[in-house]
């Protein structure tokens, strides 16, 4: 919170005073506005836990902090995924890129990612997700639900196809994207290191912040699906608690994207063919 709240203020401070690609900006300013909203929750989340699992605040602020927490966690994978899908038309189909109305395009996709979200935090604001725990004298959010119910039993179809298609899916598309970028850069004779410095850390925020949660997550609902069980839950909330650094990492994407994008080299061809013709 210390570092990413200020940064990705300064971010969105820094699009507003210094918009150069509208398109660019409107993937990046979503992704600063969701990473505002999951650093908020994250300090509701702080307090539970420091105060030993014990929620004390209303039960609508619970429904609240865990759709925010959660919800944002999909949109930022999602919208790291469009940006990534961006980059490789305009590096690897510039011709492509050149003749797309970008700023429409950017718009739909942020329209999308925010659809989905709206879509995949609407079961945890209506289920209840507050319960008192005469056992231990606790109130938990979130941590304890009793699957018996109808509700809850949607609730988890539902947190299994958002890992599915929000988190895994994003991170193969960042990948494919990315690859491909890679590969086309190496075949220019310009010196592309900004650009590649920029693609390895997408990759790094995928692979450290994004997979562990993503491949826990899926593995700790397909064990409730099947046994009811949930050994893997400790693993899956520290793996939760590492995604939670892609939040200080995304602003420091922005400024290496942006200076890989400020080469006046960026999105051309990178083999460039002659043609004569004669009468």
């Known amino acids: 919170m210390a570092v990413g709240m200020p940064a990705n203020i300064a971010i969105l401070c820094m699009l507003a005073t210094k918009l150069r690609k509208v398109s660019s900006a ?5 992704l600063a506005v969701s990473d505002l909203l999951l650093l ?4 509701f989340k702080a307090y539970y836990h420091l105060h030993g699992n014990n929620w004390a605040l209303s039960e609508d602020l619970c429904r609240l902090v865990t759709a925010c927490f959660y919800g944002n966690l999909y ?4 919208t790291l995924a469009c940006i990534s899908i961006k980059r ?3 590096v690897v189909h510039p011709f492509l890129y050149k003749g797309l109305p970008k700023r429409t395009c950017a718009t739909w996709m942020t329209v999308a990612v925010w659809g989905v979200f709206a879509a995949g935090v609407t079961p945890e604001l209506l289920v209840q997700q507050s319960y008192w725990i005469p056992e231990v004298n606790r109130t938990t959010c979130h941590d304890v639900l009793p699957l018996k119910e109808s509700t809850h039993v949607l609730l988890l179809h539902s947190n299994l196809f958002l890992t599915i298609f929000c988190l895994l899916l994003p991170l193969v598309v960042t990948i494919v994207c990315y690859s491909r970028i890679i590969c086309e850069l190496n075949r220019s004779h310009h010196d592309w290191s900004v650009y590649i410095k920029a693609s390895s850390l997408v990759f790094v925020i995928f692979l450290v912040c994004f997979t562990p949660a993503g491949v826990l997550q899926l593995s700790h609902h397909i064990q409730l699906f099947l046994g009811g069980t949930e050994g893997l839950y400790m ?3 520290a793996a939760v608690c590492l ?6 990492l995304d602003p420091f994407l922005f400024v290496l994207m942006s200076k890989s994008a400020g080469s006046r080299l960026n999105f051309k061809p990178f083999v460039k063919m002659s043609v004569s013709l004669s009468a």
Not at 40 to 43: G, N
Not at 75 to 78: D, N
Not at 243 to 248: E, F, K, N, T, Y
């Open 26 to 30: 409107i993937l990046y300013c979503s």
């Open 40 to 43: 908020l929750s994250l300090s």
């Open 75 to 78: 949109c930022s994978a999602q």
């Open 88 to 90: 490789y038309i305009a």
């Open 235 to 237: 693993y899956f909330k």
């Open 243 to 248: 995604c939670c650094l892609h939040a200080c």
